[in-house]
């Protein structure tokens, strides 16, 4: 018998969406709900326990401004080829996420915390990628995911955006990020406009699943 309510946590864990266009971006973002959803994602596995998480919370306006010009650097061109290729392709879903990424981009300055999660690296990955890479990601995105659980739990939204780490060197460069920490993404995080959020469409399980092989 689970302790826990299935039906809630199935609910969290199906309706907890990448939030672009209904990021509440008036609303202030209390610091301690953000340092409890990170005591929480701390709670995540890690390989070899080396808990290697970092976390970088930027609210200084001054700061989300410059992020959001290098974020913007690093992703219009990808943003308009893609929304561009999308609609000639009439593939009306995809339309519609480079609708909501191109919008996010737009204001992204405005959205009241903007939250980098890094990695420790303790060796480097070039010395073997197929194993580094894997090890490196397996240690912090389970740690980022409780974070956007935790976050839905709490009525915030917010999604994992990557297009920044184009112009990595210069994040590093404003936040004071050393050389052995790696950034892995750029979590815009705000207050949600409503909270009913459904499961997305996705394509049936069977056309994904491979059962003791290929």
């Given amino acids: 018998m689970s302790v ?13 969406r990448a939030v672009r266009k209904r990021l ?8 301690e709900i953000i340092r409890d959803c990170l005591e929480l994602s701390m709670q995540a596995p890690t390989g070899s326990n080396k808990q290697g998480w970092r976390w ?8 989300r401004e410059s992020l959001a010009e290098i974020y913007r650097k690093g992703a219009d ?3 308009q080829d893609g929304y561009q290729e999308a609609k000639a392709a009439g593939a009306a879903q995809d339309v519609r996420v480079y609708e909501s990424a191109r919008y ?8 009241p915390v903007h939250v980098i999660p890094c990695i420790e690296m303790h060796a480097d990955p070039a010395d073997n990628p197929e194993l580094w890479w894997p090890s490196l990601m397996g240690s912090i995105l389970p740690a980022v995911w409780s974070f956007q659980l935790a976050l839905r739990a709490r009525g915030l939204g917010s999604t994992l955006t990557t297009l920044h780490l184009n112009c990595a060197e210069e994040a590093a460069a404003l936040l004071g990020i050393p050389d052995n920490i790696k950034q892995v ?3 815009p995080v705000a207050y949600t406009k409503g909270t009913d959020f459904k499961p997305a469409k996705r394509r049936p399980l069977d056309e994904a699943l491979h059962w003791n092989g290929w």
Avoid: Q
């Fill in 104 to 111: 996010l981009s737009d204001r992204l300055e405005e959205v």
């Fill in 56 to 63: 970088i919370v930027v609210t200084d306006a001054g700061k």
């Fill in 185 to 187: 993404g750029l979590l």
């Fill in 4 to 16: 826990f309510d299935l039906s809630v946590t199935d609910a969290l864990l199906s309706t907890t």
């Fill in 77 to 79: 061109t990808y943003l």
């Fill in 24 to 31: 509440d971006l008036e609303r202030a973002v209390p610091d």
